[in-house]
């Protein structure tokens, strides 16, 4: 991939961070906010976000659309989700990901904080 790819550049405006070597581009819109995320090639929870969070699972919810990659999403209760750009994506907190492939994934999440679950009208939980 080229340094010079527009989907990967920085944002002008946008708060960057990088946890866990997940960089993070987010930028607010009224309640909300809307969030780039690049996960790198290798990238598990397990290994890469876990210490730093804290939690044994990601207990964020994520809605957005995968613009590159592939991920995988675990639930403790076996249910595993194949993600494959381009892609909607809603998940529940509680799950575990990595990336598939060699190449990063990207995610363009719409999220409010804390709230998302609740705004969204999502599950608390994983349920099938």
């Known amino acids: 991939m080229s340094v010079n790819d ?3 550049a920085p944002m002008p ?5 990088e946890v866990g070597g997940v960089q993070h581009d987010v930028v607010r819109a009224g309640d909300g906010r809307v969030k780039r995320t690049i996960y790198p090639a290798g990238f598990q929870w397990q290994s890469h976000m876990k210490g730093v969070v804290g939690t044994e699972l990601c207990m964020h919810a994520h809605v957005g659309f995968l613009a590159r990659g592939r991920i995988q999403i675990r639930y403790p209760d076996g249910c ?3 993600l494959t750009a381009p892609q909607a994506v809603v998940l529940e907190p509680g799950h575990v990901g990595s990336v598939v492939g060699s190449e990063p994934a990207v995610l363009i999440e719409f999220d409010f904080e804390k709230d998302t679950v609740s705004r969204f009208g999502l599950a608390g939980a994983h349920r099938h």
């Open 6 to 8: 527009p989907l990967l």
């Open 13 to 17: 405006g946008a708060d960057h961070r």
């Open 80 to 82: 595993t989700l194949d």
